[in-house]
């Protein structure tokens, strides 16, 4: 392995933190989750999702931060080193994040379109936004601006941007969903969140996508907290911060939802609309509601700072593969992805606008999502498990996470969620999520 550049590391706990909390509250959070809740059942939903955080999501991300920092290598050079025909696995994880960082960047573009058009007060349904070649244009300026944060490096661009940026989401989410708690429909949102209708706990693909969503939003199983504790100082206490960023990303993801819900019931809009909860409902919403510039505004930004902070995790994953394996800078791997990712994602980017690109009859965008967005990060956590707890030094792995923890917490988390709980869950999800896929693919064949 080259090893041209020396690794740069986290100015302090406080910049990895920021940065950790930036990977991990995204889209997943505000996007995802809301739209996810509101078709599965509501408040069932949280119980797989919480289920699946505490009980796969934490140790998997405990252990990734610990591997990261024993190997100080990203998810390739992490991989090779504890087993050498795991390379390509770890290749293939860097190539899957790639994949998703190209469409994940295509969403991330609507928010900014969103965010330009609220404020001037041009209403948007999403048909009519996808009729220009808006989301083409914002595209291409996300991932410009992603790259050049990339470029800028680990203190200087990655950490910096989340420090000034994260402060900012927190005082936007939590004002918003105090203004959600002052509105009517407060009632109704509330017991749609929280009152579990029990009966969708007997549906296998509310506990699948439930475990699934906890995968994505806490961004493990992707290389990306691997490579973020790959530049962790020795002193960081990881199974303490662990803890933070999964009860911040959690606490992000149910604001989000005291944000969202309560506009949709006062203002009306069904709450299960899907992945257009955040593009076609709302947008709705706030253009019938009182202030409504202003709250949509926000809300856009919310979604734009929170995704691109995460967009930037993905792509250092890539960027930091390559430099390991080259000794070049993050910083001119970097200058080297900027076209391929263009191109990537603009296939993605053109099936939501004039062009309607499609690959088997599917827009390619919804393509990519099913496939490594769901699948492949389901695979991508479930061969993360086995490297990190089969394969890898499991004494120093228990050592790097031991520090200032209690040792059967550790114990607990490394040996019987990570070794078995964690990959049978993995194994039950991919398969309950493939037979639905399959029993669909029927019906509409039908
Ligand atoms: N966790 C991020 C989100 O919630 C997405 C993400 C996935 C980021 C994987 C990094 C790695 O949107």
Redesign the pocket.
């Known amino acids: 392995m080259a090893s041209g550049v020396k690794r740069e590391q986290w100015s302090s706990h406080l910049g990895f933190l920021a940065a950790a909390m930036g990977?991990?509250?995204?889209?997943?959070?505000?996007?995802?989750?809301p739209y996810l809740a509101g078709s599965n059942g509501g408040g069932a939903f949280l119980i797989p999702y919480l289920v699946g955080i505490a009980v796969c999501g934490l140790p998997l991300l405990m252990f990734e931060y610990a591997a990261g920092r024993h190997y100080r290598l990203g998810v390739m050079g992490a991989f090779k080193a504890m087993s050498r025909r795991y390379e390509v696995v770890g290749l293939a994880i860097a190539a899957m994040?790639f994949f998703?960082l190209s469409y994940?960047l295509v969403v991330a573009g609507w928010t900014l379109g969103y965010l330009i058009a609220t404020p001037i007060g041009k209403e948007a349904g999403f048909s009519a936004f996808t009729a220009t070649w808006w989301p083409v244009a914002c595209f291409v300026v996300t991932a410009v601006v992603c790259c050049g944060v990339v470029m800028l490096g680990v203190t200087k661009g990655i950490e910096r941007t989340s420090r000034a940026l994260l402060p900012l989401l927190a005082v936007v989410i939590v004002l918003m969903a105090g203004y959600g708690m002052t509105l009517e429909g407060r009632g109704e949102a509330l017991s749609f969140l929280f009152k579990p209708d029990l009966s969708a706990l007997g549906d296998p693909l509310v506990w699948a996508r439930g475990f699934s969503q906890a995968f994505?939003?806490?961004?493990?199983?992707?290389g990306?907290m691997i490579t973020y504790g790959s530049y962790m100082a020795r002193e960081s206490a990881i199974a303490r911060s662990s803890v933070i960023v999964a009860s911040g990303?959690v606490s992000v993801a149910l604001l989000a939802g005291l944000a969202i819900f309560p506009l949709v019931f006062t203002f009306g809009g069904p709450p299960g609309a899907g992945p257009q909860l955040a593009f076609e409902t709302l947008p709705q919403v706030f253009s019938h509601m009182p202030g409504g510039m202003l709250v949509g505004s926000a809300f856009y930004l919310l979604l734009f700072v929170?995704?691109l902070t995460?967009?930037v995790?993905?792509l250092q994953?890539v960027a930091a593969t390559i430099s390991d394996r080259t000794g070049w800078s993050t910083s001119r791997a970097t200058r080297w992805l900027v076209l391929p990712l263009l191109g990537l994602g603009l296939l993605s980017a053109l099936s939501y606008a004039p062009a309607d690109l499609r690959f088997f009859g599917q827009p390619v965008l919804d393509l990519m999502d099913t496939t490594f967005g769901t699948f492949g990060?389901l695979v991508g956590a479930l061969v993360t498990c086995i490297a990190i707890f089969w394969l890898a030094d499991g004494l120093a792995m228990k050592e790097q996470v031991g520090h200032g923890a209690p040792r059967r917490f550790v114990a607990w988390s490394g040996f019987l969620l990570g070794r078995y709980v964690a990959p049978i869950t993995l194994l039950a999800s991919l398969a309950t999520l493939a037979a639905s896929l399959i029993v669909l693919g029927e019906l509409r064949g039908r």
């Open positions: 990977s991990a509250v995204g889209l997943g959070n505000i996007w995802r989750f994040v998703i994940y994505f939003s806490l961004g493990v199983g992707m990306v990303d929170a995704a995460s967009a995790s993905m994953v990060l």
